[in-house]
């Protein structure tokens, strides 16, 4: 009786870890996204999409099995396929990434300039490549929830990164938020500050909406505690249907707690985008 019971258990067990997909996990947030969610077997069957064989060995360089990482092209829906079937989440780290023109010489001062490569434009990967995987989410049929790691200065048209390359990123990140919310899917929108490769879960963590934090020196937040976040969302249904602006205190700034209760921070907030 006790071994059956024991079973049971087990099996149940089993039947709870939840499916993700992290796609951008070749990038620099996604890969800590990844590597996070492969210290809990116990609860999650992690996979990861990545753009090129090069970024897939990257990977799976700390361990892992080839065959949990995929490769594709967001801007190419029929590829998609194979990474998105039988999942039953999805968190989105794919951005486009403006190149810096050649030839600019900071001694002569002046700014430099950037470019968009072709099929890299925000158009293309923050607008058509996110709503791609929003519709390939939902077409499963098994999805329950989307992560969406977005920016905050979504509301200014004038934003500087809107600037570079003529691309209007936040632009097209936006259109992309408000597809997912209409999608019907449970979703989470992050929209974090200056993202800073420094050390995580050493800081205050301070909510925001309407990107009212830009204007404060509380602007910008380590990759590692949005990756956190991303985590924590999945775990925490208090984090459905909601959309935020995150960043964080500087370490050690006097009276701030470094934030380690992620379910008050999600149930505080009330914006649904």
């Given at each position: 009786?006790?071994?059956?019971?024991?079973?049971a258990?087990?099996?149940?067990?089993?039947?709870?870890?939840?499916?993700?997909?992290?796609?951008?996990?070749?990038?620099?947030?996604?890969?800590?996204?990844?590597?996070?969610?492969?210290?809990?077997?116990?609860?999650?069957?992690?996979?990861?999409?990545?753009?090129?064989?090069?970024?897939?060995?990257?990977?799976?360089?700390?361990?892992?099995d080839?065959?949990?990482?995929f490769?594709?092209?967001?801007?190419?829906p029929?590829?998609?396929?194979?990474?998105?079937?039988?999942?039953?989440?999805?968190?989105?780290?794919?951005?486009?990434?403006?190149?810096?023109?050649?030839?600019?010489?900071?001694?002569?001062?002046?700014?430099?300039?950037?470019?968009?490569?072709?099929?890299?434009?925000?158009?293309?990967?923050?607008?058509?490549?996110?709503?791609?995987?929003?519709?390939?989410?939902?077409?499963?049929?098994?999805?329950?929830?989307?992560?969406?790691?977005?920016?905050?200065?979504?509301?200014?048209?004038?934003?500087?990164?809107?600037?570079?390359?003529?691309?209007?990123?936040?632009?097209?990140?936006?259109?992309?938020?408000?597809?997912?919310?209409?999608?019907?899917?449970?979703?989470?929108?992050?929209?974090?500050?200056?993202?800073?490769?420094?050390?995580?879960?050493?800081?205050?963590?301070?909510?925001?909406?309407d990107?009212?934090?830009l204007?404060?020196?509380?602007?910008?937040?380590?990759?590692?505690?949005?990756?956190?976040?991303?985590?924590?969302?999945?775990?925490?249904?208090?984090?459905?249907?909601?959309?935020?602006?995150?960043?964080?205190?500087?370490?050690?700034?006097?009276?701030?707690?470094?934030?380690?209760?992620?379910?008050?921070?999600?149930?505080?907030?009330?914006?649904?985008?």
């Amino acid at each position: 009786m006790g071994s059956r019971a024991g079973e049971a258990a087990a099996t149940t067990t089993s039947v709870q870890k939840t499916v993700v997909l992290v796609t951008g996990a070749g990038g620099r947030t996604g890969k800590i996204v990844w590597e996070k969610l492969k210290k809990q077997p116990e609860k999650f069957v992690v996979r990861g999409l990545v753009r090129t064989e090069e970024a897939k060995a990257a990977l799976l360089v700390g361990g892992g099995d080839d065959a949990d990482v995929f490769v594709g092209d967001i801007t190419k829906p029929e590829s998609l396929k194979p990474a998105f079937q039988g999942i039953d989440a999805l968190v989105i780290l794919t951005s486009a990434v403006p190149k810096m023109k050649p030839g600019f010489d900071p001694s002569k001062g002046g700014r430099p300039e950037f470019y968009y490569p072709n099929g890299g434009t925000p158009e293309e990967v923050d607008w058509k490549g996110q709503k791609a995987q929003i519709d390939a989410a939902k077409a499963t049929g098994s999805v329950k929830q989307i992560v969406l790691v977005a920016s905050m200065g979504g509301q200014d048209v004038n934003h500087p990164l809107n600037s570079f390359g003529n691309g209007k990123i936040l632009i097209w990140k936006r259109k992309a938020e408000q597809y997912l919310a209409d999608s019907g899917i449970p979703y989470t929108i992050i929209r974090a500050g200056g993202l800073q490769d420094k050390e995580g879960g050493v800081r205050e963590l301070v909510v925001g909406k309407d990107d009212e934090l830009l204007n404060t020196e509380i602007n910008s937040i380590p990759r590692a505690d949005v990756a956190e976040l991303c985590v924590q969302a999945l775990l925490l249904k208090e984090a459905q249907n909601k959309a935020f602006d995150i960043a964080s205190k500087p370490e050690g700034q006097n009276g701030s707690v470094p934030t380690t209760d992620f379910l008050a921070l999600f149930a505080n907030v009330i914006s649904k985008f």
